[in-house]
Nanobody, 118 residues
Framework: QVQLVESGGGLVQAGGSLRLSCTAS????????MGWFRQAPGKEREFVATISPTGGTYVPDSRFTVSRDNAKNTVYLQMNSLKPEDTAVYYC???????????????WGQGTLVTVSS
């Protein structure tokens, strides 16, 4: 059973930045795709970013950057120019390959709350 632990959430003003971290217990971490989803109150969970075992990324929002440090078993989500509509619980995810929805996710973190004030 893989455990994912997120950190870095908090309160930030609109236009500010946050860097989220997620550390995985998985053996051979570098063989897994990682990513991030978010869920705002009353809304469905939505895809944010993914990064392949070799470092390829897909991040629809240009304000966000995903990266990984395999030596630390950690994936990061750098969020810049934050807007109030970015307010959500952000979830770290792990899967056998790159994903753009929940279907290929095999492990989830507990979530970390990001609140962007206006």
């Amino acid at each position: 059973q893989v455990q994912l632990v997120e950190s870095g959430g908090g309160l930030v003003q609109a236009g500010g930045s946050l860097r989220l971290s997620c550390t995985a217990s998985a053996r051979a971490f570098s063989n897994y795709a990682m990513g991030w989803f978010r869920q705002a109150p009353g809304k469905e969970r939505e895809f944010v970013a993914t990064i392949s075992p070799t470092g390829g990324t897909y991040v629809p929002d240009s304000r966000f950057t995903v990266s990984r440090d395999n030596a630390k078993n950690t994936v990061y989500l750098q969020m810049n120019s934050l807007k109030p509509e970015d307010t959500a619980v952000y979830y770290c995810a792990l899967g056998p390959g790159v994903f753009r929805d929940e279907r290929q996710v095999t492990s989830w973190g507990q979530g970390t709350l990001v609140t962007v004030s206006s």
